[in-house]
Nanobody, 123 residues
Framework: VQLQASGGGLVQAGGSLRLSCVVSQRTFSAYDAGWFRQAPGKERELVAI????????RYSGSVRGRFTISRNQAKDTVYLQMNNLRPEDTAVYYCAAKTDSSAVDKIDNYNYWGQGTEVTVSS
């Protein structure tokens, strides 16, 4: 397993969760990382991006100001802190990584995926 996501669960609206994604160090050392989500009946969408080269993090409009992506290089872990959760944030969340120089905001450019972790926000 190259990426291992965890931290999902059931939370009430307004609550917080922190997702973690451990990236196998044996696989690669430099990568763009991102969190994506897929709600039932909907397409997978970008949530947040952490470029490797120090570019600013990017967020979808629906989560900007509530979610924060971060990286602990020493632990090879990428986090997604989710605050003020809303019922519409309910989805399966996936972490992903890519090692080439392709655009960071295109889902299809990510070729390493972790298993999903389910987030359910009750109203």
């Amino acid at each position: 397993v190259q990426l291992q996501a965890s931290g999902g669960g059931l939370v009430q609206a307004g609550g917080s969760l922190r997702l973690s994604c451990v990236v196998s160090q044996r696989t690669f050392s430099a990568y763009d990382a991102g969190w994506f989500r897929q709600a039932p009946g909907k397409e997978r969408e970008l949530v947040a991006i952490m470029p490797w080269r120090g570019d600013r993090q990017r967020y979808s409009g629906s989560v900007r100001g509530r979610f924060t992506i971060s990286r602990n290089q020493a632990k090879d872990t990428v986090y997604l802190q989710m605050n003020n959760l809303r019922p519409e944030d309910t989805a399966v969340y996936y972490c992903a990584a890519k090692t080439d120089s392709s655009a960071v905001d295109k889902i299809d450019n990510y070729n390493y995926w972790g298993q999903g972790t389910e987030v359910t926000v009750s109203s």
